[in-house]
């Protein structure tokens, strides 16, 4: 974005002035934007790469924002009508959703903003993690270092 206008143009290498990079395979962001659901394929998926270059960014989920850019996924407060057994299935399947959709029921029945002003800086620290810090933080086996770094 420059001047509030975007930019875009084919390079063989990044910019000096970019803030991050997503990769991700031509097939699967074209799945994404086949259908309203397609961007599960890259949010759960795993069918991108975000490499950030200036972890700043990461307090106002400007890579969430490009991700949301590449899908056309709806968002839970508007969506829930159209289909609110599929939103169950979604929180009732995930502890993490589950524990984070608690939490902000419980702020709303406090009287309480559903989640506090430093809700961000606890959440998404794990991205500047390394991968075994996540796993251990994630509850998931934790692998060899040596064995992770191939990963």
Request: charge should be positive.
């Amino acid at each position: 974005m420059k001047s509030g206008a975007p930019r875009v143009q084919r390079s063989g290498a990044p910019s000096r002035e970019s803030i991050l990079q997503i990769e991700i395979p031509s097939s699967i962001l074209r799945h994404s934007f086949a259908s309203e659901w397609g961007g599960d394929a890259i949010t759960i998926g795993y069918g991108c790469e975000i490499y950030v270059f200036q972890p700043g960014i990461l307090q106002s989920n400007l890579d969430v924002t490009c991700v949301q850019l590449l899908t056309r996924i709806p968002s839970a407060s508007q969506h829930w009508k159209r289909e609110p057994l599929r939103l169950a299935r979604h929180v009732f399947s995930s502890p993490i959703t589950r524990s984070l959709v608690a939490k902000a029921t419980w702020n709303r029945v406090r009287g309480r903003r559903p989640f506090p002003d430093d809700h961000n800086e606890k959440m998404r620290p794990w991205l500047l993690r390394t991968k075994c810090e996540v796993c251990r933080a994630c509850d998931l086996p934790v692998l060899d270092e040596e064995f992770a770094k191939t990963l």
